[in-house]
């Protein structure tokens, strides 16, 4: 079990043990130690081993609480003296991390070396950046044409469709009966929207599923990826159909 969390208090001992030398030593001993770790980063960037980059930012990150600390501790421990450490915490912090964006600023996108992964060598500027949840996704629904069904009409998948007397009759003999006269179809063909014949129900047929969905109720707002969207009330936000069906896992 301690073995567990050696690595972890393989770093935060030191740095421990830095913030607390920092914070004995008198403050303007400490600044320049943590000046010269700039110099190196800076200057010697890529001259650092991948083991030394890493402590070099952790030294700056934790050394600043230590020479901040011994900072107070100078100026007499009092409200002014805590005042001036905090006011200092928010300039060197802003300024560590616009130091860390300039010397990350050729790494972005570059293969991590073998061994590493993102979630143990990714430093916290680049995590700050990082985009949080899926990707958007703008979605253009195709508004719907609507037809007045009279007598014999075209079928986008080919052949006619003709309608009588609330039926419509298809060219593979297949046929809809109690059928309101205003039909759409989805821009390849796949379904068939129509209400029914008291305009109570829109219903939706899949046709390649052979499957037809009465829906009480709700309007057909468009079509996405050949699947129909649909509304209640025109100021909805439209639902892609599983949603309105409850079943969402089917995308």
Known sequence: MA?????????????LAWIVLL?????????????????VLLLLQHRLTVEHLPWCRRGLRWGLPGVLFALQRALGGDAFAWGAALLGALVGYTLLAGLEAWLDRNRR???LPAGMNSSTSAEWPEL????????????ELQPPLWQLAVDEFADPRGNSVSFLDGTYRFADGGRIDGAGPYVGFSPTGRWLAFRTADDRR??????????????????????YREQPWLIRRDDDMPLALPAVLGRDDEG
């Open 202 to 223: 829109l219903v939706l047929w899949d046709r390649e599923r052979n499957q037809r969905h009465y829906l009480r109720g709700w309007q057909l707002c468009g079509w």
């Open 3 to 15: 073995r567990r969390h050696w690595p972890a208090l393989n770093i935060v001992l030191p740095a």
């Open 128 to 139: 700050a950046m990082a985009p949080i949840g899926p990707a958007a996704e703008i979605i």
């Open 109 to 111: 996108g570059v293969p």
């Open 23 to 39: 914070a004995l030593l008198p403050w303007w001993l400490g600044l320049p130690l943590l000046l010269a770790l700039v110099a």
